[in-house]
Nanobody, 116 residues
Framework: QVQLVESGGGLVQAGGSLRLSCAAS????????MGWYRQAPGKQRELVAS???????NYADAVKGRFTISRDNAKNTMYLQMNSLNPEDTAVYYC??????????WGQGTQVTVSS
C-alpha cells in the first residue's frame, strides 16, 4: 500500500509563487510515473504536470513556462514549483502515483487559492 501526502498549498496573491510537495511511502516511487492534477469547483480533475521515472516531463498548456515538476527518488518526494500564479490556478491539487492499473494511488489534496 502506498500513501501520498501533499503539502505546501495555501493562499497567495496573483503573481506569487508556491511550492507543492508530495511525499510517498513504500518502495515503488522511483519506478512510477508521478503526476500533479487539480480540480477547481464545478470542473473535472485535470492533469497539470507529470514526470516519468526517467525524468521526462509533460505539462498542461495552461501552466507551461510557469510551473516546474521535479522528483527526488532518494527522498520519495515529488515537487511542483508554481510561479506567476493567477486566479485561474485556484483548485485542489492532487498528487498521483501510477505504475499500472494495480498501482494507481492518490493523495488527499491540498488547496491552492490565488487572489486577484
Amino acid at each position: 500500500q502506498v500513501q501520498l501526502v501533499e503539502s505546501g498549498g495555501g493562499l497567495v496573491q496573483a503573481g506569487g509563487s508556491l511550492r507543492l510537495s508530495c511525499a510517498a511511502s513504500g518502495s515503488i516511487f522511483r519506478l512510477a510515473i508521478m503526476g500533479w492534477y487539480r480540480q477547481a469547483p464545478g470542473k473535472q480533475r485535470e492533469l497539470v504536470a507529470s514526470v516519468t521515472s526517467g525524468g521526462s516531463t509533460n505539462y498542461a498548456d495552461a501552466v507551461k513556462g510557469r510551473f516546474t515538476i521535479s522528483r527526488d527518488n532518494a527522498k520519495n518526494t515529488m515537487y511542483l514549483q508554481m510561479n506567476s500564479l493567477n486566479p485561474e490556478d485556484t483548485a485542489v491539487y492532487y498528487c498521483n502515483l501510477y505504475l499500472g492499473s494495480a498501482y494507481d494511488y492518490w493523495g488527499q489534496g491540498t488547496q491552492v487559492t490565488v487572489s486577484s
